[in-house]
């Protein structure tokens, strides 16, 4: 379990600013870990500002919703940048579903960061053909924290971290759930894959 390194009011105001991600498959768990640090942050009367990209209204139009069905509020923009003006003088700023933005978002963190705040991000670390999914590889990168969350594989029960789509399309961004989407391992992701 992640323990947060600078917690408290006294520690963070010296204003030494941080990235954590968490990333890894489809019903691995990442929103709820997301959640879990935000609530442990807003326990300690932290400020928090939340967001997720407009886009994806799945569960709720504005809360970030796991698949347990755990919510917290949250704001919805439509571009990445937005998030530095929306952020305001808050101390932690989460963000999910972070591979539905676009490159500037790395630029985001890093300004964030750079300015005293712990800053939380979550999403595929995958794409549903086994590929890094940008920008996160870029995240991975520059993140001082990095949390690999894993699924269960739904043919075999071992550990997955691969997204297996289950629908015929082909472009890269299709939201969906169980009907769309199925946690695999290694060997049953490529088994599939027909490789």
Do not use: W
Not at 24 to 34: A, Q, V
């Amino acid at each position: 379990m992640f323990i947060e390194p600078t917690f408290g009011k006294s520690r963070q105001s010296e204003k030494k600013g941080h990235i954590e991600v968490i990333c890894g498959s489809m019903f691995s768990g990442k929103t709820e870990e997301l959640i879990r640090r935000l609530n442990r942050a807003l326990i300690a009367k932290q400020k928090v500002e939340i967001f997720k990209p407009a886009v994806d209204k799945r569960y709720h139009e504005l809360d970030v919703v796991s698949h347990n069905e755990n919510a917290i509020r949250s704001t919805p923009v439509q571009f990445a940048d937005d998030i530095i003006l929306l952020a305001g003088n808050c101390e932690v700023v989460g963000i999910d579903e972070v591979q539905f933005f676009d490159d500037r978002i790395v630029n985001v963190a890093n300004v964030l960061a750079n300015s005293g705040k712990r800053v939380i991000l979550a999403g595929l670390d995958m794409d549903f053909e086994g590929n890094p999914f940008d920008p996160m590889p870029q995240l991975l990168a520059i993140a001082e924290y990095v949390t690999k969350v894993h699924a269960i594989c739904m043919k075999c029960g071992d550990l997955a971290s691969y997204s297996y789509r289950l629908v015929e399309v082909k472009n890269k961004v299709v939201l969906g759930e169980k009907e769309s989407y199925e946690a695999r391992c290694r060997k049953c992701f490529f088994e599939g894959k027909g490789r």
